[in-house]
């Protein structure tokens, strides 16, 4: 940090101190904020895997702006790609501009080589709920089909029709009138499964169930406009989907012209160890949704990627201001290229491994940690109550709030917001990685010296967020 900036900093430190910003926060801005209530601090500045806070305390961030920042904070050639191109030009709807051209390019050369040239790019609004929407109106204007099938744990996005496809209850409670036709099946949720059965023997369970009930006259679908999966549940708590259940739907969908949505929003951009997540899994989606990381620098950006037979947009059908967010694609574009020329998804691999090992040795010793989930650098710990095996929401919140007074920003999600999630930069360092494992480590040792002294020691209220 220069010298000026440091400056800056001390100054502005000198007036407002994190509790007074979070303070003025509560009494400003809408009570839907969520983060601060959980992640009680005020940042400063970040650089690379670390945010610091206004009083100068330093965090490994293994939130990364719930997944938008993949290269970490402000990764220095993207920041001078941005600010190269606001001289040149920020905002150009949907005109083509250099910028724009290298940042579709980019994007599509990292589909997998079958797939080059199947695709067309569309991009939509900020968010990656835009995308959503965008994906299920193309449906419907190809299928003529108003109804659309989505899994249990699906998050797509808090916008009207995004949300209808969201199945957290809590989310939707008190809004009326959401997007009618949406069906709800099974996901491979196996440490849990939806129908009772031990992993052992429920692999495939959730894939049968749709087979059977797809063909069942009598299942209540109207006429299907599409069906929307994520390969990893992101916020339903790191849960992969199993390659019977997501080859299955991808065989409905072929055989009934059907569009099969992938959203990627948490899981593209190489999050868990591929480009696209659905790389893993042997089928070609007919939409792809894609934001979050794209921009490669946290500038909005969405879009998706719909095969060549679906392109029946009219002018205008589809549109969104901010579709031109020309810093995002000059950014998107370079961060494409870092990732290829650093090489950037063997480390997402390794780093994988270097998670997995050490949480499942953790999760092998400690009896309240039920389960170790996830793919590439999007995981998960499932806590839940050693005696009773339910989750237990008291002792994830304990072990978010012990992280981070260690100095470890991590989230939590799933079911009763009981899976501690692991969202670090994919370019993240091996001794940064170890450096957190230390303080997770950490973490369990508190939770098992509390469960030895009092295990209803976490109803306690100074944990809970």
Known sequence: MSAVKEDVRVAFRAVKSSSDLLSEQTRRESSAVSYPKRIPIAIASASGSYIHDIEGRRYIDFLTGAGVLPLGHNPPALIDIARDQLGVLVHGLDFPTPAK??????????????????YRIHLCGPTGADAVEAAIKLAK???GGGEVISFFGGYHGCTQGALSLTTDRDM?????????????????????????????????????YFARSMKDSHNGIGDLAAVIMECVQGEGGAIPVSKALIQEASRFCQEN????????????????????AFEQYDIEPDIIVMSKAVSGIGTPCSFILYKERL????????????????????????????????????????????????????????RFIGDVRGRGLLLGMEIVDPESKERSPEIAKYMQKYCLDQGLIVELGGRNSSVVR????????????????????????????????????????????
């Open 141 to 143: 204007l190809n299928t």
């Open 257 to 276: 012209g059907v569009p099969l949505i992938v959203d990627e929003v948490q899981t593209g951009c190489g999050r868990t160890g591929t480009w696209f």
């Open 101 to 118: 051209s290298d940042f579709i390019e980019a994007h599509l050369s990292m589909l997998p080589e079958s797939l080059r040239g199947k």
């Open 172 to 208: 939707k409670r008190g809004l009326s009138n959401l997007l009618p036709g949406v069906h709800y099946y099974p996901y491979s949720y196996c440490y849990a499964c939806p129908f009772g059965l031990e992993r052992a023997s429920c692999k495939d369970a959730c894939a049968n």
């Open 422 to 465: 692991l969202l670090p930069p994919l370019n993240v360092s091996q001794q940064t990685v170890a450096d957190a494992l230390d303080i997770i480590m950490a973490a369990c040792e508190a939770v098992s010296m509390k469960l030895a002294l009092d295990q209803n020691s976490f109803f306690f209220t100074d944990y809970v967020i």
């Open 311 to 366: 392109n029946t947009w009219p002018a205008g059908k589809h549109i969104g201001t901010f579709r031109g967010n020309n810093i995002a694609f000059a950014t998107g574009a370079e961060f494409v290229n870092e990732m290829k020329s650093k090489r950037i998804l063997e480390n997402v691999r390794s780093r994988s491994d270097q998670v997995v090992d050490a949480l499942g040795s953790l999760a092998e010793k400690h």
